[in-house]
């Protein structure tokens, strides 16, 4: 009798397999429901193999012979961490499961619903095994199975140009990162001559290299700045329960492989890691909410907010590393369980804003919020889900992201109060000062999201005749809803599994159960009961006194029209203005007229915005390969005989360079 | 020990309910002597707000559920924080975070400027907008200022960061931090140099932007949330200024913390009377200052620790 | 030192990270004043302290002289060119305060200088550099002056908080020299306006041939 957790993979893995394979026989009559139910049924599964490995001993599983990768075999490593990861990714896909159904309905026609329910699930399995291989051929084969898969899922709509042309972004991103990763791993190999990541312990500058081409490719597939473009890119062109899968969880694969690389194992164990991804970290949370604050289009601005998320956990993890090498035992507990927290939470509240804009996306067909407006009054249970998914995202308490912030915040306060040195002190109150600005900025950026495309009137037809989701499509909003609150109230749960797994790192640090001393549940119901007994009371008033109902205060000058309502970037222009110098934020004004100032016949503006880094840096970068291109497209003309050249001048090359390292 | 916990919870509650409205009018009458007029006299905001909860609402028909929402969960918000901040000079009757106490407030900003957009008005939308630009200077500088205190206790708990007598901070960080905590609180309060609450024109202001669709029972529940933050800041404020002394008796630290904290309704309306209002544009810069202060406070504690 | 001595050393430095965010002229010179004033205050009472009448007597100089005298004629000449405003060069003013206040905190941070200077003498050091920012991030003549005020300031104070590191004597040398350097920049500044009708420095590029 194999344990219960072998059983539980193997049945996720059993309806994940089995989906591919039966949808590809199923010509164009899709069983959607089927399909999806298989989803839901892996999800589970794999939710049930999570909380088994999560309470059983670490093991390694390997698979029998004819599944062998050359050098190493196929094998898998069954702990904590990759448990926790399995939650996090059976926690996000099974509530999407729900909404699949009927979200994909709309795309039946436009594309070839095979490849789509080929592509799911291999993308959700190749997740989870990436998170439980247990060296890098079997990571990489993973890797790039994940790779592929969401890309074909990217491309789902490709007879639009634009999603042909953002896949092919996230393919190029994806190579490149392969790319490094791959060098990476050879690197490591060469240097310890294993492929297990757990016999890989490289300290000092040997760890140097191969950790930086690892770090480089596994944070363009985390969205880390400079390497996030793909995110805003490839997020909008995906069905949103695709974006939601990818924003949600697979974006974390790549920080579990930074996770256990860097902060468990000590595969590669030098400080400069911690600084590099604590500088890179506060850049890309900072910027990637800036950026999210300016953007036009909802699921770009969940995109942006994703890089600002991926920060805020990648300044977690390089604390919690940076913290080990200078000796605060706290604070490398309290940043490790604030990373892995926040990547759940993420999970959660990022996959239903992303469920939230989809239903948005489906019933007004834009996600251009210049054109939506209203839909509060439209489809008012999304309203209320999105503010909740919001709400949850700016870390407002009593919800789940609050607590993995707080533990941020707890971490950088002990750093400021007891490192070692009065620089890292600084660092430590730098980082708090750092995260109440992210802190405060996503909220702007939100309330703005919301407040213009749900509140206020119409802006189009498309808005005014929006209607309510589904229920399929609420029900899984709401599963993911109910998950941010109840994990909000349910801290001391969440950081009990933690504490089992960040002991290790810091075996002699306070528990973190007592440094959670905040009375969640109390402070919540005190809020529910003071607000519902002030709102009973108001009601009861309005019997007596019923609300009156009447039109917008216009200043008398008839009613207003829904142009004249405030939109999305006189909303961002106060707080554009002021991070200018980041946006490269430009107004253009021209007033036309005989008499100008007191007659004008015409007035324009124009607001420009554009990035430094890729006017700057990655336009000239993608010029130049393409001209490169360009000048190899010539060694490719066609010719055999040119070919065998180059092919026989290779092979000579490396036995020569073989022959000369012996 | 049952017993005497509740009656704390009395106390502060009573407190919360009354004395925002009587700082209000201590503005309102200081502001108005200031300026040689006679004034409304002391306790008109009680009766404003009454007769305010006695009138009916008037709500656009754009609006969503959320409008009528907003007011009731900013005024439980703003209780709650009551509760957590010692600003009446004994301790609280709730254990408070800080960082629970910046994020309850931030509960409050959202629903808040969510009401304001809601009915689909430029003016209510035009003062969420400031309100979102202004805490973005206001709030990372309150966050830096109590956070050298934090620093300096080793903990975020009021109870402790917060605590009175031997072993709190030097003078000069809690003035740092008082001149912090004072320039960004009048901005997120929209106060003077940031906002003037007596123009009348709602197209230059923040704080009537925000409630200009809310009316009866809707906009006294709206006012009467942002007289407590005003009154439970300034509280703070006190608090900080109480640290810098040598432990009282209880009564004599809740009279000291009642007459700073009417004390500072006072120098508001002095500055209010005195000052000109900024230019929008000017903003940032005035509250890089208070920014700027709280850094230099934690640097002071991080080079003593 | 006694207990007094570091807050108020911290008080004129942080008087002068103040002007650095500051863009009307008048407030940045009584900031100034204040500055000036309350150095000479403490040379005095470090040179009572210390038995060093010469240095009560240069307190007492830079604190009418400097601190009350050179404020006077300079709101005096700002008033007479009728600018009252200077905009940053290069950096926005907070952005420079956030600069300046950066920079401060790394030169306690890292102390690179623990070779040759005392800790306490760095507030000194940070004193001079906040007056060479000070002269380099604004446009206006008078700016100029005021940021080399600062920079003297900072000189003076190293003299305080390093006693018998200079002879009180140069110290009032130094003063003279200032005083009438001052009244020639002040006076310069008019016959700058006067030739090309502005005082901005930058516009100085032009006169290149």
């Not at chain 1, 049924?41 to 049930?48: E, I």
């Not at chain 2, 009417?262 to 120098?267: D, E, H, I, K, Q």
């Not at chain 3, 000036?36 to 240069?58: C, D, F």
């Not at chain 3, 709101?75 to 420079?96: I, K, Q, S, Y």
Request: overall charge positive; glycine content about 8%.
């Amino acid at each position: 009798m194999p344990p219960l957790s072998h059983l539980f993979l193997g049945a996720a893995a059993l309806f994940w397999l089995v989906l591919p394979l039966a949808a590809l026989f199923d010509g164009q009559h899709t069983h959607r429901r089927a399909w999806s139910a298989l989803i839901g049924l892996g999800a589970l599964t794999l939710l049930g193999a999570a909380v088994t490995v999560l309470y059983a001993r670490p093991e390694s599983l390997t698979l029998p012979l004819p599944f062998f990768l050359g050098t190493a075999p196929i094998a898998f490593h069954l702990d904590m961490l990759a448990a926790w990861f399995l939650a996090v990714i059976a926690l996000s896909s099974g509530p999407a499961a729900f909404y699949l159904h009927d979200y994909m309905e709309h795309m039946k026609t436009r594309t070839d619903m095979r490849v789509f329910w080929t592509a799911l699930p291999l993308l959700l399995l190749s997740m989870a095994l990436v998170v439980l291989a247990a060296n890098a051929l079997t990571f990489l084969i993973a890797w790039e199975v994940m790779s592929l898969s969401s890309f074909l899922l990217v491309a789902t709509d490709h007879r639009n140009a634009s999603t042909r042309q953002a896949a092919l972004v996230y393919l190029g991103a994806t190579r490149v990162g392969t790319a490094f990763l791959a060098g990476g791993f050879l690197w490591a190999h060469a240097l310890t001559g294993s492929w297990v990541f757990q016999n890989w312990h490289l300290a000092g500058v040997r760890a140097l290299g191969p950790g930086l081409l690892l770090l480089t490719g596994l944070g363009v597939k985390a969205g880390m700045w400079p390497f996030h473009l793909w995110l805003p890119a490839a997020h909008p062109a995906a069905p949103s329960p695709v974006s939601a899968l990818m924003s949600g969880v697979m974006v974390k694969t790549a920080l579990y492989a930074i996770v256990r690389l860097f902060l468990f194992s000590r595969a590669f164990a030098h400080p400069a890691f911690g600084y590099i991804l604590l500088i890179l970290g506060s850049v890309s949370a900072v910027w990637g909410i800036l950026f999210a604050l300016i953007q036009e289009d909802i699921k770009r601005i969940l995109a942006y907010s994703t890089v600002e998320n991926v920060g805020l956990i990648l300044i977690g993890i390089g604390g919690a590393i940076s913290a080990r090498f200078l000796g605060v035992a706290g604070a490398v507990q309290l940043g490790a369980a604030a990373a892995l927290f926040q990547i759940l939470n993420h999970a959660l509240f990022k996959s239903l804003l992303f469920l939230g804009a989809g239903s948005v996306d489906l019933r007004t067909h834009t996600r251009d919020l210049t054109k939506l407006g209203g839909l509060g009054k439209r489809m008012p249970y999304t309203f209320g889900l999105f503010i909740l998914g919001a709400a949850a995202i700016c870390g407002l308490p009593p919800l789940n992201g609050f607590a993995a912030e707080w533990l941020l915040y707890q971490g950088s306060l002990h750093i400021a109060a007891q490192g070692t040195t009065p620089l890292l002190r600084c660092c430590g109150v730098l980082m708090i000062g750092q995260t109440a600005l992210v802190g405060v900025l996503s909220l702007a950026c939100y309330t703005r999201a919301l407040g213009v495309a749900f509140q206020g009137r119409p802006r189009t037809r498309a808005a005014e005749e929006a209607k309510e989701a589904s229920r399929g499509m609420l029900l899984a909003q709401g599963l993911l809803a109910a998950g941010c609150a109840g994990l909000g109230l349910a801290v001391p749960l969440a950081l009990s599994i933690l504490q089992r797994l960040v002991t290790p790192l810091a075996p002699n640090a306070v528990p973190l159960a007592s440094v959670w001393t905040l009375p969640m549940p109390m402070l919540a119901l005190l809020l529910v009961f003071t607000t519902g007994g002030i709102a009973m009371w108001m009601e009861s008033a309005a019997r007596r006194q019923p609300v009156r109902k009447f039109i917008t205060w216009e200043c008398g000058f008839g009613d207003l029209t829904p142009r004249m309502q405030v939109a999305s970037g006189s909303f961002a222009q106060p707080i554009a203005r002021m991070f200018s110098a980041f946006y490269r934020y430009a107004i253009h004004l021209h007033i036309d007229g005989v008499n100008r100032r007191l007659f004008p016949e015409e007035i324009t503006v124009e607001t420009k915005t554009g990035a430094v880094l890729e006017t700057r840096i990655y336009h000239p970068l993608v010029r130049w390969v393409d001209r490169a291109g360009d000048w190899i497209v010539q060694m490719q003309a066609g010719s055999i005989h040119l070919y065998l050249l180059t092919m026989f001048g290779t092979l000579l090359l490396l036995l020569a360079i073989g022959g000369f390292t012996r | 020990m049952r017993f005497a916990s509740i009656l704390l919870l009395a106390f502060y509650l009573i407190h919360a309910l009354t004395l925002p409205l009587l700082l209000a009018g201590v503005i309102q009458f200081s502001k108005s002597r200031f300026l040689n007029r006679q004034g409304p006299p002391l306790l008109q905001p009680f009766w404003d707000i009454a007769k305010l909860f006695s009138k009916g609402e008037i709500i656009s028909e754009t609006t969503t559920g959320v409008f009528r929402l907003a007011p009731i969960i900013s005024i439980a918000v703003m209780l709650c924080t009551a509760l957590m901040i010692p600003w009446l000079g004994v301790s609280a009757p709730l254990p408070g975070d800080l960082f629970l106490i910046i994020y309850l407030m931030a509960v409050e900003k959202f629903v808040t400027q969510l009401a304001a957009l809601d009915a689909g008005s430029s003016f209510g939308a035009l003062g969420a907008s400031r309100k979102a630009a202004v805490s973005i200077a206001a709030e990372p500088a309150v966050v830096i200022a109590l956070a050298a205190l934090a620093a300096h206790a080793h903990s975020s708990s009021v109870s402790l960061f917060l605590a009175t007598g031997p072993g709190s901070a030097n003078l000069f960080v809690l003035l740092l931090v008082v001149a912090a905590l004072w320039l960004a609180v009048t901005a997120e309060l929209a106060r003077m140099p940031v906002d003037d609450p007596t123009t009348h024109l709602e197209l230059t202001m923040i704080h009537e932007a925000l409630i200009l669709e809310n009316s009866g029972r809707n906009l006294a529940l709206r006012e009467f949330a942002a007289a407590i933050e005003m009154t439970v800041l300034f509280g703070l404020i006190a608090r900080v200024l109480l640290m810098a002394l040598p432990p009282f008796s209880p009564v004599t630290a809740y009279l000291l913390s009642l007459g700073l904290i009417l004390a500072a309704g006072v120098a508001l309306a002095l500055m209010e009377s005195i000052l000109v209002k900024l230019r929008w544009r000017k903003i940032p810069s005035l509250l890089s200052f208070a920014l700027t202060a709280g850094i230099i406070a934690n640097l002071i504690v991080v080079l003593k620790g | 030192m006694s207990f007094e001595f570091g807050p108020v050393a911290a008080c004129t430095v942080l008087l002068g990270l103040w002007m650095t965010g500051l863009t009307q002229l008048p407030s940045k010179l009584m900031l100034y004043a204040l500055q000036t004033v309350t150095l000479g205050l403490l040379a005095i009472w470090v040179g009572k302290q210390h038995g060093e009448p010469a240095l009560v007597a240069a307190g007492t100089a830079v604190a009418l002289l400097k601190g009350v005298a050179v404020p006077v004629y300079l709101n005096r000449v700002v008033r007479r060119l009728g600018c009252r405003r200077d905009e940053g060069l290069l950096l926005a003013p907070p952005l420079l305060l956030f600069a300046t206040a950066g920079a401060l905190g790394a030169l306690m941070l890292l102390h690179p200088f623990s070779r040759q200077i005392a800790p306490s003498a760095l507030p000194t050091i940070g004193m001079l550099f906040i007056g060479m920012v000070l002269m380099v991030s604004r446009r206006l003549a008078v700016s100029q002056i005021i940021g080399f005020l600062v920079l003297e300031n900072g000189i003076f104070f190293y003299t305080i908080a390093q006693p018998h590191s200079m002879p009180p004597v140069v110290e009032l040398g130094v003063l003279m020299d200032i005083l009438a350097g001052t009244m020639l920049a002040g006076l310069l500044t008019f016959r700058i306006r006067d030739s090309f009708e502005h005082i901005d420095v930058t516009e100085l590029k032009q006169l290149r041939g």
